[in-house]
C-alpha cells in the first residue's frame, strides 16, 4: 500500500502523545515535542536545504486542537501558538517509522548548537543572540 490512511488517532494531553493507527496496521505513538520540532512548516524547515530552523525549549509543549485537513492532512494547534503545520498522512508515516532516527539527529543537532545533554529541549532555551521569535512567512 503506498498511502496508508490513518484509522484512529487519539490524543493524549496529560502524557503529551499522539496515538495513530494506519490502515496497513502500523501503529506509533508521537509525542507532541517530536511532532513540534519536525512541523512541515516553513517556520521550521525554512524555504529550501539549509533553512532549517533548530526548534529548542519544546519539551513541555501542549496539542491545544488538531483538525482535519481535507482527507489527506491534519494540523494541529500547539500550546506555544505555533499552527502553520500542515501534517499530511504520509509525513505522520514517516515520522512514525523514522522516529528513532530522526530524535537522534535531534538530539545530535541540539548537542552541536552547544546545549549539552538535553538542556535545548528544556522550556525557555534559546541560542545566545538569536531572535527569540522567527519571523512570519509573510
Avoid at 14 to 42: C, H, K, M, N, W
Avoid at 114 to 126: K, S
Wanted: net charge negative.
Amino acid at each position: 500500500m503506498s498511502n496508508p490512511i490513518p484509522t484512529d488517532l487519539t490524543v493524549h494531553q496529560q502524557s503529551r502523545l499522539l496515538d495513530i493507527a494506519f490502515d496497513d496496521g502500523a501503529a506509533f505513538t508521537l509525542p507532541f515535542e517530536y511532532l513540534r520540532v519536525y512541523s512541515p512548516s516553513a517556520e521550521v524547515k525554512g524555504h529550501g536545504a539549509g533553512q532549517e530552523v533548530l526548534q529548542l525549549g519544546k519539551r513541555e509543549v501542549g496539542m491545544t486542537a488538531l483538525e482535519p485537513v481535507g482527507n489527506y492532512a491534519v494540523k494541529p494547534t500547539f500550546s506555544d501558538g505555533h499552527d502553520s503545520g500542515l501534517y499530511t498522512f504520509a509525513y505522520l508515516y514517516k515520522l512514525g517509522t523514522e522516529q528513532g532516527a530522526l530524535w537522534a539527529d535531534y538530539l545530535r543537532l541540539l548537542e552541536e548548537a552547544g546545549f549539552a545533554g538535553d538542556t535545548g529541549r528544556a522550556p525557555g532555551a534559546a541560542i545566545a543572540g538569536a531572535p527569540t521569535k522567527a519571523k512570519s512567512c509573510g
